[in-house]
């Protein structure tokens, strides 16, 4: 079976850093474009970050450019978010996506973890 399963989450100080990961299994990662995900309380869930299968190009929302960075390790079939300078519009809960590159009806999500932003 498939699964994405993120991990890193938890509370953080405004200012603070977190790493988030995505362990993928059941799949071959290098064929999957991989997204987080993010939906805070009463709002809808947005796009955060994306990379391309092979991690040529990035991309991200404007709220987190300059601050968060994406990035794969294909061979241990993990995706991961470095998260910095937080504040509390960052509090939300991230999910993993993976979206087949040449068959992008085919997709994957993660559980989610919890990020809060708090002092």
């Known amino acids: 079976q498939v699964l994405l399963v993120e991990s890193g989450g938890g509370l953080v100080q405004p200012g603070g850093s977190l790493r988030l990961s995505c362990v993928a299994s059941g799949l071959v990662i290098s064929q999957y474009d991989m997204s987080w995900y993010r939906q805070a309380p009463g709002k809808e869930r947005e796009l955060v970050a994306s990379i391309t299968n092979t991690g040529e190009r990035t991309a991200y929302a404007d709220s987190v450019k300059g601050r968060f960075t994406i990035s794969r390790d294909n061979a241990n079939n993990v995706v991961a978010l470095q998260m910095n300078s937080l504040s509390s519009d960052d509090t939300a809960v991230y999910y993993c996506?993976?979206?087949?590159?040449?068959?992008?009806?085919?997709?994957?999500w993660g559980r989610g973890t919890q990020v809060t932003v708090f002092s």
């Open positions: 996506n993976g979206r087949h590159f040449d068959c992008g009806i085919i997709e994957y």
